[in-house]
């Protein structure tokens, strides 16, 4: 033991240091993740199948729907691609809702608030971790679409500004999540609240086009967050007018950011109940 | 309360806390000076957890005020933050990594230097008889391994307050009276310790005062001698080598209960100097041989149950 005073401690140690604490906390999720890969797995596995069940069971069909020259699959893969690489996000983000309600229910939480460290670094090391995972991800979702037949038209420079909007987009919805997967009270909850991330794209423009809907899901698909997003990434993949729907989709983004920040740094610094 | 000079490790007074309706905690006052063990005792539900929750900035009182290390607790809770370490009665380990990695994620979030928070994980898991253990998921642990990581990621910024929150419970005797030897040399190396037990026996054997709490109030103070003696019931036992003696002694010493078969008297006292002398006086006068005396105080087990007036006192456990 080293000697112990009590005198008021130098403010220099009151100092908090929050990118070198977020640093260690991302040290500690990105441990769990290599010690666990089943979560990770699981969570680029779903997209992947979903790409497969659209591409060769449903793609046929749904391409000749879309009025392809080509026809048939090979129109459809390019129209859901996009949307399968979002799905991905989606999926990356239930992970950070079922890690933080893990976390949650952990002593080392307690801990974590009963020492004198940047408290946010314990969300922030979640958030850095799962944009982490959200690359590994994406990374192997687009090699698979690629193998199965996507021929994306973008160049490096609209490669490079896809890669920096699925970055706001995934920092976004995680941080989204990691709200969500703090106010769930148990881990299944955090696993079922961000059920509707997922379902969004299905009713939006990712996987048929909004004007074969019904006018009510229409006016909702056509409005929703996820519908920009989507058309601002197959404008940049396809090389297709992306119009209104980039900043669209980025206000949407720095909103569901802010608002989620807010939201988990508010829930993160309740009382402690437990 | 020997050491006036000397600013109390924790000094609290009117602590007031309540949920709805519920009030877990109804004007406690207490002092904790520095380097001492400091028992809470008190059954389950008493206000213990709720008390060092408090203390340890994880939530707030209601009402009172509370100095932490020489800290406002409401007014500054990162210098008294800085300051603590907590175990509490839910294991604070992270069960997905390593014991050695549990130890130098507390190294890394009190910035100690790569090599100095290697080497202090290094020596705490010697200290804590964790070596062998080091490289294993804190999942495969069993209780008292984990309790004493607890411990031990606790001590790694060397605080100089420590709340121990029920730091024995569900460990079997032998982990128990191992961490008993950690608390022991803890404050030898001069660090306050608060822990809260529901163990009588437990606060008897490390404290340097214990406080009693029922129902959110304090009901006692004192030495664990000092509250005892607050208890009749002590007594001083008497054994004599034959009958004979044994009739004199009752003659000289009046009110007294006699047990013939093993030769004793049972003879009311506090346990206090004054009164023993009395009583040895009393017998070296009349010439009585004494086989055997002992001292009888009533343990913590009667003091708590007349404290809280509650014989019956279900929740308290003895062991």
């Not at chain 2, 309790?147 to 024995?168: C, K, N, Q, W, Y």
């Not at chain 2, 009958?243 to 006699?258: C, D, F, K, N, Q």
Request: net charge neutral; with cysteine.
């Amino acid at each position: 033991m080293s000697s112990h005073t009590l005198a008021a401690p130098a403010p220099a140690n009151l100092r908090f240091h929050p990118l070198r604490d977020s640093a260690t906390m991302l040290r500690r999720n990105l441990k769990h993740m290599l010690r666990y890969p089943s979560m990770t797995v699981i969570l680029v596995g779903m997209p992947i199948v979903f790409l497969l069940l659209f591409v060769y069971v449903f793609g046929g069909t749904l391409g000749a729907g879309l009025g392809g020259v080509s026809g048939g699959r090979a129109v459809y893969v390019n129209y859901v691609a996009p949307a399968i690489i979002l799905m991905t996000v989606t999926a990356t983000v239930q992970g950070t809702a079922i890690s933080i309600a893990t976390d949650m229910t952990e002593g080392i939480i307690a801990r974590f608030r009963t020492m004198h460290i940047a408290r946010v670094s314990v969300l922030t090391g979640h958030v850095l971790g799962s944009m982490i995972q959200a690359v590994i991800g994406l990374t192997m979702v687009i090699g698979v679409a690629l193998l199965v037949g996507f021929r994306p038209e973008a160049g490096f420079g609209a490669w490079l500004t896809t890669a920096g909007f699925l970055m706001v987009v995934t920092f976004a919805l995680v941080w989204f999540a990691v709200a969500l997967g703090q106010v769930s009270k148990s881990v299944e909850t955090a696993s079922n609240l961000p059920m509707p991330l997922v379902l969004l794209p299905f009713l939006g423009s990712g996987f048929v086009p909004t004007d074969s809907m019904p006018t009510a899901l229409r006016l909702f698909a056509e409005y929703q967050p996820f519908t920009p997003i989507i058309e601002t990434l197959r404008g940049l993949l396809m090389d297709k007018p992306i119009g209104d729907n980039a900043w669209l989709a980025l206000t949407w983004c720095v909103a569901i950011a802010l608002g989620g920040y807010l939201w988990s740094k508010r829930l993160f610094n309740r009382e402690y109940a437990r | 309360m020997t050491t006036k000079q000397v600013q109390p490790a924790i000094a609290v007074t009117g602590l007031r806390k309540s949920y709805g309706d519920h009030v877990v905690l109804d004007g406690v006052d207490l002092t904790v000076q520095q380097g001492t063990i400091f028992s809470l005792l008190g059954a389950n539900g008493a206000g213990k957890t709720t008390t060092v929750k408090i203390l340890s900035t994880l939530i707030g009182a209601d009402a009172g005020d509370a100095r932490v290390a020489g800290h406002d607790l409401a007014g500054n809770p990162d210098a008294v933050r800085a300051a603590i370490g907590v175990t509490g009665q839910f294991s604070a380990v992270d069960n997905l990594l390593t014991g050695s990695e549990n130890l130098r994620l507390m190294a890394d979030l009190h910035h100690l230097p790569r090599g100095e928070g290697r080497r202090r994980a290094a020596e705490l898991l010697e200290q804590f008889d964790l070596v062998e253990a080091a490289g294993k998921p804190v999942s495969t642990y069993s209780g008292g391994m984990r309790r004493r990581l607890d411990l031990a990621m606790t001590l790694v910024g060397s605080p100089s307050v420590i709340f121990l929150d029920e730091p024995t419970t569900g460990l079997d005797p032998r982990s128990r009276r191992s961490m008993w030897q950690i608390v022991r040399d803890l404050v030898a190396g001069g660090v306050t310790i608060f822990l809260t037990t529901q163990y009588l026996e437990e606060a008897d054997e490390l404290s340097d005062r214990i406080a009693v709490l029922d129902q959110g109030r304090l009901v006692a103070e004192g030495t664990s001698d000092e509250l005892k003696r607050r208890i009749p019931g002590g007594h001083v036992r008497l054994r004599f080598a034959d009958p004979r003696v044994l009739e004199t002694a009752v003659h000289a010493l009046g009110e007294v209960s006699r047990d013939n078969d093993a030769l004793a008297l049972r003879v009311p006292s506090d346990g206090s100097m004054r009164s023993l002398k009395t009583l040895i006086d009393r017998l070296d006068d009349r010439a009585i041989e004494v086989d055997e005396l002992s001292v009888h105080t009533p343990d913590l087990d009667d003091v708590f149950l007349a404290l809280t007036g509650n014989p019956t006192h279900e929740k308290v456990t003895t062991r």
